[in-house]
């Protein structure tokens, strides 16, 4: 089992920025890639960034591309999103989430496990 708590979702202006963090424990972190996925309001949950195992690939939804950026510290069992530039359709429930494999489709399917969420609203 790996057990994920996101954190650092609060209210923020459009043009803004904000970390979120996701700490693991439990089984070893580095052999799992991460990701983070966030669910608006009405909306079904999409994928936003992952990175594999190491830190040294990544990929990135369309949406965020250039403005998100995700890394980890295997030391600290963590796992970041960087999100700058935000807009208001960037307000959502973002979750992180642990896989076995990695490549660059990720789905809800492919996710063995889940944190419980950290809310980030961004004004306009």
């Known amino acids: 089992q790996v057990q994920l708590v996101e954190s650092g979702g609060r209210l923020v202006q459009a043009g803004g920025s904000l970390r979120l963090s996701c700490a693991a424990s439990?089984?070893?972190?580095?052999?799992?890639?991460m990701g983070w996925f966030r669910r608006a309001p009405g909306k079904e949950r999409l994928f936003v960034a992952g990175?594999?195992?190491?830190?040294?690939?990544?990929v990135y939804a369309d949406s965020v591309k250039g403005r998100f950026t995700i890394s980890r510290d295997n030391t600290e069992n963590t796992v970041y999103l960087q999100m700058n530039s935000l807009k208001p359709e960037d307000t959502a429930v973002y979750y992180c989430?642990?896989?076995?494999?990695?490549?660059?489709?990720?789905?809800?399917?492919?996710?063995?496990?889940w944190g419980q969420g950290t809310q980030v609203t961004v004004s306009s």
């Open positions: 990175i594999n195992w190491s830190g040294g690939s990544t």
């Open positions: 989430g642990a896989r076995a494999t990695y490549n660059n489709r990720w789905t809800d399917n492919d996710i063995r496990y």
């Open positions: 439990g089984r070893t972190f580095s052999n799992y890639a």
